[in-house]
């Protein structure tokens, strides 16, 4: 089992930046692949990106593609997420998920509980 912990949200004007953390507890976390979701109130959670254990492999959702980038540094049991030329329309709660591949919210067993990311036009 994994414990996650998403940092690293806050306000930013549209055009911005902003890294996204995801912290994550136990020793097997190189063996988990992870993805970060983003969700609106009233709305369904909406797959961003993922990457690969090995780090090799990532995904995009196109409406993202160009402008944000998922890495991670196993050695300190961390996946980000770069978000650069940030929308209002990028406006949600991001959630970092693990233990599954895919683009849907059941391909994975493990979630954070979210950091908020405000863009303001």
């Known amino acids: 089992q994994v414990q996650l912990v998403e940092s690293g949200g806050g306000t930013v004007q549209a055009g911005g930046s902003l890294r996204l953390s995801c912290a994550a507890s136990?020793?097997?976390?190189?063996?988990?692949?992870v993805g970060w979701f983003r969700q609106i109130p009233g709305k369904e959670r909406e797959f961003v990106a993922a990457i690969a254990s090995s780090g090799l492999i990532d995904v995009n959702a196109d409406s993202v593609k160009g402008r944000f980038a998922i890495f991670r540094d196993n050695a300190k049991n961390t996946v980000y997420l770069q978000m650069n030329s940030l929308k209002p329309e990028d406006t949600a709660v991001y959630f970092c998920?693990?233990?599954?591949?895919?683009?849907?919210?059941?391909?994975?067993?493990?979630w954070g509980q979210g950091t908020q990311v405000t863009v303001s036009s």
């Open positions: 136990g020793r097997t976390f190189s063996s988990y692949n």
């Open positions: 998920a693990a233990g599954g591949w895919g683009a849907r919210v059941d391909d994975y067993a493990y």
